[in-house]
């Protein structure tokens, strides 16, 4: 069955620092990967798409890689803020379908 | 206004009752879903809906039902609650042909 693997420990960085995320699938092949960023109580917000024929996406402070040979995503922010601090979701997609991984807790300390 | 409205936004109720959890939408969406999510877990799909007429089951659809009475309006309803249903369930929507969804505020439902 499809599988998603997003890091089930909490991630703690400095503030300033880099904050780097990683997401696996397996028996899948997504023509889309995208990431949302959620909120304790509150729902999941769209941060970002990268379609399977790009490598590499960027928005402000964002990036994203989709490596789809390693069946891979990492989520990359950089110059990391304690606003930063929530979890973060991976989320393949296509063909009318999108799985959800369990996310990754990010905590940026002051 | 939120775009894409959930009530209530907490319920308790008690093993055995019907509940019903309501969705709408103000963005034109045709596509709606209902997930719920459990601690530790992904987000589940429970149903989806491409539109008014087309509803399907998702991974997890024992011991739900829905109706999409208008295409901005999408209800979920646990014809008999059990404990294990107590999650946090979230409603979404989508526009065919684009990838990203998105979500109402969620309601927390606990099952005594």
């Known amino acids: 069955s499809q599988k998603i693997e997003q890091n089930s420990e909490a991630l703690n960085i400095q503030e300033g620092k880099t904050a780097t995320l990683t997401c696996n699938y397996t028996n899948y092949s997504p023509a889309y990967l995208q990431w949302y960023r959620q909120d304790p109580g509150r729902g999941p917000v769209f941060l970002l798409l990268?379609?399977?024929?790009?490598k590499e996406k960027r928005k402000e402070r964002l990036k994203v890689t989709f490596d789809t040979t390693l069946k891979q995503s990492l989520f990359h922010i950089t110059a990391s803020q304690p606003a930063d601090s929530a979890t973060y979701l991976c989320?393949?997609?296509?063909?009318?379908?999108?799985?959800f991984g369990a996310g990754t807790r990010l905590f940026v300390k002051a | 206004d939120a775009d894409v409205t959930q009530t209530p936004r907490n319920r308790i109720t008690k093993t055995g009752k019907r509940i019903m959890l309501e969705c709408s939408q103000t963005k034109g969406h045709d596509r709606m879903y209902w997930y719920r999510q459990d601690p530790g877990l992904g987000l589940r799909l429970i149903y989806y809906s491409f539109d008014v007429k087309d509803i399907n089951k998702g991974e997890i659809s024992d011991g739900y039902s829905v109706s999409r009475q208008a295409q901005a309006k999408f209800s979920l309803s646990l014809e008999s609650a059990i404990p294990n249903q107590t999650a946090l369930y979230f409603c979404?929507?989508?526009?065919?042909?684009?990838?990203?969804?998105?979500f109402g505020p969620g309601t927390r439902l606990l099952v005594l």
């Open positions: 990268i379609r399977e024929n790009e």
């Open positions: 989320a393949p997609s296509g063909g009318f379908k999108t799985i």
């Open positions: 979404a929507t989508k526009s065919s042909g684009t990838e990203t969804q998105y």
